[in-house]
């Protein structure tokens, strides 16, 4: 009898202590609330490696920064690192939009969108690292473009058995008429190899709020062998800015028909209006799904009433469930496994 109640008491003692390290361990994790970059900012992008988050961004004119984290609440509070600077004179000095980081190839790259100061004359363009530092200095490599050379913005990369795929918003033709998705194969991480493949146009409903017609902003999401393709539609400027779905069905990426639309996916809710442009990130223990997003604190704010916001989101299968816009102020606990 005795040993028996010896047993329970440490079995008792044992869970309580587990249940007790767990609780620890889960009050050390911070809150924090949205949004963690004030107004006016937007299009953010998002890249975590090697224990760090790094964000990178325009001043809207002519600079690309690069901040480095260990928290992702904490992007907007560390030193940003000014890593290149259009030069006067060229086709891609003004209106640098939307810049992206990628590491690929052993090396870090960025892409953004340009012009000589006429929105119609904007292309991609793309920066390669010099060092192993993503807050070091930049070489110019150039504009990427398909054969076409059409008007394009927010691009982003592919990477699928071993080979690279452009992705980015554009126009059928030299006309601001409607904004589609496309995709095109890369020969390096600099280079379109290839002519562009249109995968969407605004055609249902909830991307069509706002004139021009939008579809923009397309980053990549995978899940086992899933791909998505998570991309904004309807006017940024609107309201009703949100975020639709493209998955590809067969592992056919070049392929129109292996796509399939849905949305939206994350629109618009209370103190969250105009919720869009995404990217995507993992907490630092690899255990959890974050975006990363831009919306409007009041009912038309536009372009100068957009802050950057992050919220964590789940899956459904292979589907991701991205929820509703959190509410500014409502606290959010930061990402698992997050450290000083």
Known sequence: MKSKILKYLIVYTLLFTLGAFSLSQCAK???FTNPI????SADPWVV???GYYYYCYSNGSNKIYVTK?????NLD???AANVWTAPFGKEYSAE???PELHFLNGKWYIYFAADDGRNENHRMYCLESKSDDPQGSYEFKG???AETDKWAIDGTVLEQDGQLYFVWSGWEGDVNVRQGIYIAKMSNPYTISGERVLLSMPEQDWEMNGQPYVNEGPQILKKNDTIHIVYSASGSWTDDYCLGLLTCKDGDVMNPASWEKTGPVFSKAETAYGPGHASFVKSPDGKEDWIVYHACEFSGGGWAGRSVRAQKFTWKGDYPVFGTPVKVGEEIVEPSGSKE
């Open 29 to 31: 994790r911070e809150k």
């Open 37 to 40: 970059r004030p107004a006016t």
């Open 48 to 50: 975590y490696k090697d």
């Open 69 to 73: 984290t260990k928290k992702l609440q």
């Open 77 to 79: 509070k560390e030193v």
């Open 96 to 98: 640098v939009w939307a």
């Open 143 to 145: 504009k990427i473009a």
